[in-house]
């Protein structure tokens, strides 16, 4: 960095102090009556080693929010206040077994039936819910 290049950063540096300072002094003057907001020097977007976020133009990323690595957020998405996004790449561990295949093919099949019922349980009216409350109550 040149003698310029120096000068132009020492006079941003004092602007920037000076700017803080009045705050402090602003603050003082209020009182109990001022509210005082953290500068946060927290980064949405981060990468891990080559691995660079990719986040579409029509994304909203929240400030608060954390996007790490090999990630892609496409139109329309949104990351919200405080979560973390990571693309960690995976490891293969190992190959699954025939009945640990056969587990987790039957958990989708359950979660996708329960997901059926749950389905129209919401889509009853108040009064088929208040007419298999009396059904039940003459059962037991």
Not at 19 to 35: T, V, W
């Amino acid at each position: 960095m040149g003698t310029l290049g120096k000068a132009i950063y020492s006079v941003g540096f004092w602007i920037r102090e000076t700017g803080q300072a009045l705050d402090r002094l602003g603050s003082r003057l209020q009182g109990n009556y001022y509210f005082q907001e953290q500068l946060s020097r927290h980064r949405t977007l981060m990468n891990v080693f080559d691995k660079v976020p990719a986040v579409d133009k029509d994304a909203f990323v929240a400030p608060s929010a954390s996007v790490i690595g090999d990630v892609q957020i496409g139109a329309g998405s949104s990351i919200w206040y405080g979560c973390v996004w990571g693309g960690n790449p995976a490891r293969f561990q190992r190959k699954l077994t025939d009945e640990e295949i056969a587990f987790i093919s039957q958990s989708a099949i359950n979660y996708s039936n329960l997901t059926q019922v749950h389905s129209a349980e919401n889509a009853k009216s108040f009064d088929e819910i208040e007419f298999e409350k009396v059904l039940r109550k003459e059962i037991y």
